[in-house]
């Protein structure tokens, strides 16, 4: 049976109803109506009121249609429904990625699962739960019921108007109870908040950000640099207190105390913890070379300086120095915009590190032919300025390169330095050590960038910093402050896009012994498998979805066929 709560859409079985509104709604309270599945329940006057909700019914398909496994969008009262047959079973959830809108009946369907071809994401077939992400929204789910040959699809209208629902309903924090802090506005320190409040958790929840701006979409900054940080808030301002999660903005931590639970902020308050997340993130690294700190050298990290580059790069000649991620999607955003621009890095090609020489030859080659150029095997010296403003780079080949502005995509570091003498395991990088559990010490847990973790899938510990692994970093951390014992099972995924072209990858590979490619690297529609002892560590495609779906679904069930094996049958959805 599924209930309406304040606009809020759940299925019976939740804890939403003993947990969120203050209204002690339970399964004993709800009447049930004979041929009627929803309704919606109202505060007037403080107290609850139940109200018919207006029913959508649709004939959606015949059983003999169906096969077992297949996914198919159906209209349901002008919207489009994603009906799932499995294990014999009908069930019916919203049709698009709550992330970016993917068309999920494109993706891939797992054991009771399905995930988006686009960027991983993954929801429950019969909960709509989001369970692996980015996204922090879960799906609408509908009735279905078989009458004779008709499979039959029944909704509550108003759910039809979004495929999205968050899972929370208003809620005001009880006094007495613990206090649960987490610093970092990133994906990991939100999805923390809000797992929380799912789960019922009825303490205070604190969310203390360094940045001055609502947690916001961060991907997007290099992707399209002239956004504002309010067009791409995570969520509404009103959100917050309307969940009863405490923002506090312009919040930097300074200090960390173990003994006493504690957290100092740059502004001088102090607050208390019951259980603490660290996910503080990353910052940019500073190259050390003379005249780094010179004016219209940039980097790129928050909306303001993404806007800085963009305003000021126009019709300008620029120098990027770095060619991985950040360093190629600002220059694919600058093609077009500025008036020359040169790619200065110390390795062979783009991406080398990551998808070797063959996938970074072919991006370079995409970069070429929209006019960029590169200087590529040669470090950097030193940059030199005119009157305090950047001016030229020297290279170690000894070539000067002559420009306006300089954009450095140089990689980052844990902002992690405010916890140097707290007595937390860390690594030499600054990376705080923790276990399967993302469990610091007594109390604290780091999630997201600043995470050394244990990843199952290559059996060592390890620091990934994808916007996918924060957002599961944060509801894992959550579950484990609640008591709930999660361990991290995610399989890693990001994606890149350049001039309107995503490649996508999912795994961990550092080294391989060799790449299996099926498809052309040259004509830019393939998927490459990397592979190390005949194990496929990695996996990541152009133009060919939903393989890197489909391979995050094998890797995440231990189906994963062998490098052997692909070079045999190269079709992932014949493993799935």
């Known amino acids: ?95 698009k990625c709550t992330h970016y809108a993917a068309p999920l009946v494109k993706g891939c369907l797992g054991q009771g699962r399905v995930r988006c071809p686009w960027h991983g994401a993954c929801f429950n077939i019969k909960t709509g739960d989001i369970e692996d992400f980015p996204g922090l929204d879960g799906l609408q789910t509908y009735k279905v019921v078989v009458e004779g040959e008709d499979v039959v699809v029944k909704a509550d209208k108003k759910s039809l108007e979004s495929h999205k629902r968050t899972g929370i ?53 290099s992707k399209a640099m002239s956004v504002t940080a309010e067009s791409i808030a995570l969520r509404a301002k009103e959100f917050y207190s309307t969940n009863g999660i405490d923002l506090r903005l312009g919040k930097e931590a300074t200090k960390l105390n173990l003994e006493e639970r504690k957290v100092t902020f740059a502004d001088g308050e102090s607050l208390s913890y019951d259980s603490l997340l660290l996910a503080t993130g990353s910052k940019p690294f500073v190259l050390p070379v003379a005249g780094f700190d010179l004016q219209n050298v940039l980097v790129l990290r928050e909306p303001s300086q993404a806007n800085e580059i963009a305003r000021e790069a126009t019709g300008k000649r620029v120098i990027v120095i770095g060619t991985s991620f950040i360093g190629m999607e600002a220059t694919a955003y600058l093609a077009g915009k500025a008036a020359k621009i040169t790619c200065v890095d110390m390795i062979s090609a783009p991406f ?123 509801n894992v951390a959550a579950l484990n402050m609640l008591g709930k014992e999660t361990s991290f099972d995610s399989i890693p995924f990001f994606w890149t896009v350049l001039f309107n072209k995503s490649l996508r990858y999912c795994g961990h590979a550092l080294k391989w012994d060799e790449i299996i490619y099926n498809g052309s690297v040259d004509e830019r529609k393939f998927v490459a498998y990397y592979v190390k002892d005949d194990k496929v560590l990695a996996v990541c495609s152009l133009d060919s979805d939903p393989a890197v779906a489909q391979a995050a679904e094998l890797m995440y069930q231990s189906k994963m066929p062998s490098g052997s094996l692909l070079k045999k049958n190269s079709a992932l959805s014949s493993y799935l």
């Open 1 to 95: 049976m599924v209930y309406q709560v304040n606009g809020h859409i759940f299925l019976e079985q939740y804890p939403i109803f003993s947990h969120y509104c203050n209204l002690a709604i339970s399964k004993s309270f709800l009447p049930r109506l004979t041929g009627q599945s929803t309704f919606s329940c109202q505060l007037r006057g403080g107290s609850p009121v139940l109200t018919m909700a207006e029913e959508v019914t649709a004939v959606v398909a015949k059983t003999g249609d169906f096969k077992d496994n297949e996914m198919r969008e159906v209209d349901v009262g002008g919207t489009k429904v994603l009906l799932i047959k499995q294990n014999g079973v009908f069930s019916a959830i919203g049709s």
């Open 169 to 221: 309903c208003p809620f005001a924090p009880k006094d007495g109870e613990k206090t649960f802090l987490i610093i970092g506005g990133g994906p990991a320190g939100l999805e923390c908040a809000e797992t929380l409040r799912r789960e019922g958790f009825k303490g205070k929840v604190i969310l203390a950000s360094r940045e001055n701006v609502l947690p916001y979409d961060r991907p997007k900054l």
């Open 352 to 474: 080398v590190r990551v998808l070797g020489e063959k996938i970074g030859a072919m991006v370079q080659k995409m970069f070429e032919e929209k006019g960029v150029e590169f200087r590529l095997g040669s470090g950097v010296k030193e940059l030199k300025g005119t009157d305090g403003k950047f001016s030229s780079v020297v290279l170690s080949s000894g070539e000067t390169l002559e420009g306006d502005l300089c954009v450095a995509g140089v990689g980052v570091v844990p902002a992690t330095a405010f916890l140097k003498d707290s007595g937390l395991s860390m690594t030499k990088m600054g990376h705080i050590i923790v276990d399967k559990h993302l469990k610091a010490a007594a109390g604290v847990y780091a999630a997201g960038d600043v995470a050394q973790f244990p990843l199952p899938l290559v059996a060592h510990d390890t620091n990934i910093g994808h916007w996918q692994v924060a957002h599961k970093h944060g």
